[in-house]
């Protein structure tokens, strides 16, 4: 599982990165969004995977008995996921805006004077 | 200690405060000027007790260290606050003489008050997933700030800004999911407990690189700065000066922490890469800065250049070297500030910060050329003012340690500075204007910030003994570790 994993999370770095290098603005923001989900993929797998233990203490027990699931990685994917949402939402705005002001989409035609 | 979480409450209340307040501009500088001013007072009460008592926590809501997150104050992180409060109060005086309408009414002071909360909270976090959110909120008011316009260059410039912040981010979360990985703990002070002990050389360099790129993104480091001096000139001057101060600062922070705590006996060749890169940076900055005709411009290739000093006297990692260098970075915080101002005025009089516009300040406006003489001439490291005494501080550094080339080269490009800056001082301000005549009056919000500042520099000027003795202190704490890992994780460790 952590391979298969592993590996996902190593194609979407890639194709994120490959979607950034592009010219549109358009591609430039599904590959900032696909290496944010990459980056989320990565932390939850080298936080290690625990299969169908979920982290809470059942009824009756006192605590957790070993295995059970880390659950700080959880946290912390969950709280990049917000975050990288948030940035995402921002981005596609401000992308918006760009191709109102300049009319493309086009990132070196951004910056060329009129 | 409670008052460590106040220098990070006081602007989030005052931003809540502006959102309710009237949207209307005398109110809404008032509240931001007094929370500027509490942040600042707050941050003072934390130094003093820091200074006072040795390395402060806060554990917030009573949850121990590795279960909740942990605010932490050693000295240079006090210090820094209390940079903070005082670049806050001159962004928030200088907001008197007029935002621009459009950026008052989308809530410039709110986002102002969340910048100086993200760079507060970034200086006191003692957990690195912490020290992440806290660059994300610094980062989500600063690209705002930046994108409140709709002009080409700024739309560029934000764009520019935007994607390579978040790449930067992405690296610097990857690096943390590794690392957890690697020790199963994200809190700053237990990582240095228990990294000697886990680390191999291989997961060490990965790590460190990882690091290393991510902050030499943020605190703008050759081969990866080419985006700060894209973006930095294109916003109105106060903002201008927020940025130039604080965020490539908070890059230079965390790379001083991560590489006191964890990284310190990491291979010889990550520290040659780390000079090399500053050196370069230093060189590629200043050269830059003496090809550029827009004072702004200067300006930034100058912020650039600096920042190499920093990382240069880090990567020797001896008690001298980084007492320069935090001496450096607290000069250069108000220094680079107040210059970002001066360009503000720059612009007021002229409409132009291209020096073939600009001239004959110094017999139009004398009052004005006297203040913007001090930091002008504190950059370029002439004695007696702040600059030449980081910079002999950092010389004698380097020449302790032994790094005679590091030394030399930071002697070559303090003389490229001064070039830079003389030349910039003797064209705007000394050569006779050709035919450009002012269009306003400076403003006296601008004035006043830039006299306090001015002020500042002068004061850690005569004060430089007591204030080196102070970097001195932080840099043993930074280096010794013990202090702050038992202030956080208790005595037993």
């Given at each position: 599982m952590e391979v298969l994993l592993a590996v996902a999370s190593g194609v979407l770095y890639a194709a994120g990165i490959y979607l950034m290098l592009r010219r549109r603005l358009a591609q430039l923001i599904i590959g900032i969004g696909l290496l944010s989900n990459g980056t989320n993929l990565l932390i939850f797998t080298a936080g290690g995977l625990t299969r169908a233990r979920p982290p809470v203490v059942p009824d009756g027990a006192q605590a957790l008995v070993e295995p059970y699931a880390d659950p700080v990685p959880q946290a912390l994917v969950l709280t990049a996921i917000v975050i990288g949402f948030g940035l995402l939402a921002f981005s596609l705005v401000l992308a918006q805006r760009v191709h109102a002001t300049?009319?493309?989409?086009d990132i070196d035609e951004v910056g060329r004077e009129r | 200690m409670r008052t460590l979480v106040l220098p990070i409450l006081v602007p989030l209340s005052t931003a809540v405060v502006l959102m309710l307040?009237?949207?209307?501009p005398v109110p809404q500088r008032w509240i931001s000027l007094t929370g500027s001013v509490l942040l600042l007072a707050s941050a003072i009460l934390v130094f003093l007790r820091v200074n006072a008592a040795g390395v402060q926590v806060l554990q917030i809501s009573g949850w121990p260290a590795l279960f909740g997150i942990t605010l932490v104050a050693d000295l240079l992180a006090a210090v820094l606050v209390v940079a903070v409060g005082v670049v806050g109060t001159a962004i928030s005086v200088v907001a008197f003489s007029g935002v621009d309408p459009r950026r008052e009414a989308f809530g410039y002071h709110s986002l102002i008050q969340i910048l100086l909360m993200g760079v507060a909270g970034a200086f006191l976090t003692g957990d690195f997933f912490n020290l992440y959110v806290w660059f994300e909120v610094m980062l989500v008011a600063s690209f705002v700030l930046m994108a409140l316009n709709r002009t080409r260059v700024q739309m560029e410039a934000a764009f520019k800004y935007v994607t390579i912040n978040l790449i930067a981010s992405s690296i610097f979360l990857t690096a943390l999911g590794l690392l957890y990985g690697a020790t199963g703990t994200l809190n700053m002070a237990e990582l240095a407990r228990v990294w000697p002990t886990i680390s191999t050389p291989g997961v060490d360099t990965v790590l460190a690189v990882l690091f290393l790129i991510a902050f030499s993104i943020k605190a703008g480091l050759f081969p990866l700065f080419f985006w700060l001096p894209a973006s930095y000139h294109t916003p109105p001057a106060a903002i201008g000066a927020a940025f130039a101060g604080l965020l490539t600062k908070v890059g230079v922070y965390a790379l001083i922490r991560v590489f006191t705590l964890l990284f310190h006996s990491a291979s010889p060749a990550l520290f040659a890469l780390l000079l090399a890169m500053s050196a370069a940076t230093m060189v590629i900055g200043l050269v830059a800065a003496l090809n550029e005709r827009d004072f702004r411009r200067v300006l930034s290739f100058n912020l650039v250049g600096h920042i190499g000093y920093t990382t240069a006297s880090l990567s020797l990692l001896t008690p001298a070297a980084l007492a320069g260098a935090i001496f450096y970075v607290l000069h250069h915080i108000v220094v680079i500030t107040n210059l970002y101002l001066v360009s503000g005025v720059l612009l007021r009089l002229r409409r132009t910060t291209d020096m073939a516009g600009l001239g004959g300040m110094y017999r139009d406006q004398p009052v004005f050329s006297a203040l913007a003489m001090i930091p002008i001439f504190s950059l370029a490291g002439v004695p007696p003012f702040s600059g030449f005494l980081g910079k002999l501080a950092i010389l004698e550094g380097t020449f302790a340690a032994g790094a005679y080339w590091t030394g030399g080269l930071v002697l070559v490009v303090g003389l490229l500075t001064l070039l830079s800056m003389g030349r910039t001082w003797a064209d705007s301000f000394w050569r006779p204007a050709a035919d450009a005549h002012d269009v306003a009056a400076p403003g006296t919000p601008f004035l006043v910030a830039i006299a306090a500042l001015s002020l500042v520099t002068v004061a850690m000027t005569i004060g430089a003994e007591p204030l080196f003795e102070l970097t001195s202190r932080g840099a043993q704490q930074l280096l010794q570790r013990d202090e702050y890992v038992r202030a956080v994780l208790g005595g037993t460790h």
């Amino acid at each position: 599982m952590e391979v298969l994993l592993a590996v996902a999370s190593g194609v979407l770095y890639a194709a994120g990165i490959y979607l950034m290098l592009r010219r549109r603005l358009a591609q430039l923001i599904i590959g900032i969004g696909l290496l944010s989900n990459g980056t989320n993929l990565l932390i939850f797998t080298a936080g290690g995977l625990t299969r169908a233990r979920p982290p809470v203490v059942p009824d009756g027990a006192q605590a957790l008995v070993e295995p059970y699931a880390d659950p700080v990685p959880q946290a912390l994917v969950l709280t990049a996921i917000v975050i990288g949402f948030g940035l995402l939402a921002f981005s596609l705005v401000l992308a918006q805006r760009v191709h109102a002001t300049v009319g493309t989409d086009d990132i070196d035609e951004v910056g060329r004077e009129r | 200690m409670r008052t460590l979480v106040l220098p990070i409450l006081v602007p989030l209340s005052t931003a809540v405060v502006l959102m309710l307040a009237p949207k209307r501009p005398v109110p809404q500088r008032w509240i931001s000027l007094t929370g500027s001013v509490l942040l600042l007072a707050s941050a003072i009460l934390v130094f003093l007790r820091v200074n006072a008592a040795g390395v402060q926590v806060l554990q917030i809501s009573g949850w121990p260290a590795l279960f909740g997150i942990t605010l932490v104050a050693d000295l240079l992180a006090a210090v820094l606050v209390v940079a903070v409060g005082v670049v806050g109060t001159a962004i928030s005086v200088v907001a008197f003489s007029g935002v621009d309408p459009r950026r008052e009414a989308f809530g410039y002071h709110s986002l102002i008050q969340i910048l100086l909360m993200g760079v507060a909270g970034a200086f006191l976090t003692g957990d690195f997933f912490n020290l992440y959110v806290w660059f994300e909120v610094m980062l989500v008011a600063s690209f705002v700030l930046m994108a409140l316009n709709r002009t080409r260059v700024q739309m560029e410039a934000a764009f520019k800004y935007v994607t390579i912040n978040l790449i930067a981010s992405s690296i610097f979360l990857t690096a943390l999911g590794l690392l957890y990985g690697a020790t199963g703990t994200l809190n700053m002070a237990e990582l240095a407990r228990v990294w000697p002990t886990i680390s191999t050389p291989g997961v060490d360099t990965v790590l460190a690189v990882l690091f290393l790129i991510a902050f030499s993104i943020k605190a703008g480091l050759f081969p990866l700065f080419f985006w700060l001096p894209a973006s930095y000139h294109t916003p109105p001057a106060a903002i201008g000066a927020a940025f130039a101060g604080l965020l490539t600062k908070v890059g230079v922070y965390a790379l001083i922490r991560v590489f006191t705590l964890l990284f310190h006996s990491a291979s010889p060749a990550l520290f040659a890469l780390l000079l090399a890169m500053s050196a370069a940076t230093m060189v590629i900055g200043l050269v830059a800065a003496l090809n550029e005709r827009d004072f702004r411009r200067v300006l930034s290739f100058n912020l650039v250049g600096h920042i190499g000093y920093t990382t240069a006297s880090l990567s020797l990692l001896t008690p001298a070297a980084l007492a320069g260098a935090i001496f450096y970075v607290l000069h250069h915080i108000v220094v680079i500030t107040n210059l970002y101002l001066v360009s503000g005025v720059l612009l007021r009089l002229r409409r132009t910060t291209d020096m073939a516009g600009l001239g004959g300040m110094y017999r139009d406006q004398p009052v004005f050329s006297a203040l913007a003489m001090i930091p002008i001439f504190s950059l370029a490291g002439v004695p007696p003012f702040s600059g030449f005494l980081g910079k002999l501080a950092i010389l004698e550094g380097t020449f302790a340690a032994g790094a005679y080339w590091t030394g030399g080269l930071v002697l070559v490009v303090g003389l490229l500075t001064l070039l830079s800056m003389g030349r910039t001082w003797a064209d705007s301000f000394w050569r006779p204007a050709a035919d450009a005549h002012d269009v306003a009056a400076p403003g006296t919000p601008f004035l006043v910030a830039i006299a306090a500042l001015s002020l500042v520099t002068v004061a850690m000027t005569i004060g430089a003994e007591p204030l080196f003795e102070l970097t001195s202190r932080g840099a043993q704490q930074l280096l010794q570790r013990d202090e702050y890992v038992r202030a956080v994780l208790g005595g037993t460790h």
